[in-house]
């Protein structure tokens, strides 16, 4: 579903808003550019888990109804502070008026927050999520039918921790396609979980329950944005955790698979022809095609829990750019927290998530990859200011006002 604003904010009242002396090149690269302006302009995409999913449903709708929602305002100012042209959130609840997505840009992101300027987006894309839909499967093989771990993706309500993609520029509609509904086990050599506790192999879902299990635990969508003359492919996901399951590892399988799927759908030719959407229309994208991998991947590339390798099959790709988005900010809260910290073997420069220090400490999650082909990587970074800088008010330490995760900001010349 695409959502088209009714109103648009003026971008030019936007730019009056003085800009904050505290902005620091580390956070934030660059400020106040918006879209068809200059010649050497820069799309800027970006990435955000800002974790503004509820407990029930309906409750992010309510706590967006006004502009008196503290997280809320802290991380639409996140996203002022960031201003990118292009995000991808994770973790927002869907509902599919399209409410939460209309109130949080009217209530918040187009309503100067702590300073900052505002922020439209005219263009949006949300769409059901597998998260809370129930199986009618006892999938996690507990001996009970229902709850969050039974559900296509894990969730208490159908569309809890949705996805929304933001754009300043116009989305293809008609070009959209969605993976909610592609079957897991129509993935060719797929990491099919196995029950220890049997002989036979991969054996953790039952015949009939693979005739459902779905690969993707929110949704996969390819959403094609017009910039300029170009079209860029957003390719938004957001695999589960690999965690909170047993020994067979069927969470951390299928993490390794959700990121896989892209890694296949950008390789043209033979790798990508499983591929359906829920449309049934087959394959992934062409040679020539712009594309820009986004989201939460819950995946670092040398530490936590993730299947070996599973981030590398994008970090690695031939046909996608790693620009390494980093920040000072994750460094010195690796050096303050330490626990898990201390033994990673992965640079915590590159770190876009404060979990827990006793496991699996803080990690690199967040992506933006950018094609090889017809994108090229002018800046990158990771919003994670330092301490002594006033704006990590807005990231701060556990319990976080916004969010657990950064937001990764990445520009490109299209
Ligand atoms: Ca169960
Ligand atoms: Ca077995
Ligand atoms: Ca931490």
């Known amino acids: 579903m695409t959502l088209r604003r009714r109103t648009t904010l003026s971008a030019t009242t936007a730019l009056t808003v003085a800009l904050s002396a505290a902005l620091t090149p580390a956070a934030v690269g660059h400020q106040n550019h918006s879209p068809s302006h200059g010649k050497d302009q820069t799309l800027r995409v970006a990435t955000y888990n800002l974790s503004l999913n509820r407990a029930t449903e309906g409750e992010l709708q309510a706590d967006l109804s006004t502009g008196d929602d503290a997280q809320a305002a802290t991380v639409a100012e996140v996203i002022q502070r960031a201003n990118p042209d292009i995000v991808l959130l994770n973790e927002f609840d869907f509902d599919a008026a399209g409410t939460a997505v209309d109130l949080f840009r009217e209530n918040y992101l187009e309503v100067p927050q702590g300073g900052a300027e505002p922020v439209a987006y005219p263009y949006a894309f949300s769409a059901p999520s597998n998260t809370g839909i129930p199986s009618g499967f006892d999938l996690n093989n507990d001996g009970v039918v229902g709850g969050g771990d039974d559900a296509f993706g894990f969730g208490a309500f159908p569309g809890q921790y949705g996805m929304v993609a933001l754009s300043k520029y116009p989305i293809v509609t008609d070009g959209v396609r969605t993976f909610q509904h592609f079957l897991w086990k129509d993935m060719p050599g797929a990491l099919l979980p196995d029950d220890p506790a049997t002989p036979e192999p991969a054996d953790w879902f039952s015949d009939e329950e693979l005739e459902v299990v779905r690969l993707s635990s929110k949704s996969h969508w390819d959403v094609p944005i017009q910039v300029g003359r170009k079209t860029v492919h957003v390719l938004a996901s957001h695999p589960t955790p690999p965690t909170f399951d047993g020994p067979e590892d069927r969470n951390g399988r299928r993490n390794h698979d959700e990121i896989r799927f892209w890694a296949d759908y950008v390789t043209p030719g033979k790798a990508s022809r499983y591929i359906y959407d829920d449309d049934g229309g087959r394959g992934g994208l062409r040679g020539g095609d712009r594309f820009v991998i986004l989201g939460d991947q819950n995946a670092d590339p040398h530490d936590g829990d993730s299947y070996d390798g599973a981030i590398d099959q994008l970090l690695q790709h031939p046909r ?94 299209v």
Request: net charge negative; glycine share 8%.
């Open 320 to 413: 996608i750019t790693d620009p390494l988005p980093a920040s000072a900010g994750a460094v010195e809260a690796a050096a303050l927290q330490g626990g898990a910290n201390d033994a990673h073997t992965g640079d915590p420069a590159y770190d876009t998530a404060d979990f827990a220090d006793t496991a699996p400490g803080n990690l690199r999650v967040d992506y933006v990859l950018p094609s090889k082909h017809g994108l090229r990587v002018r800046d990158a970074g990771v919003f994670w200011p330092t301490q002594d800088d006033p704006l990590s008010a807005l990231t701060g330490t556990y319990p976080f006002p916004s969010s657990d995760h950064r937001l990764v900001w990445v520009d490109l010349s």
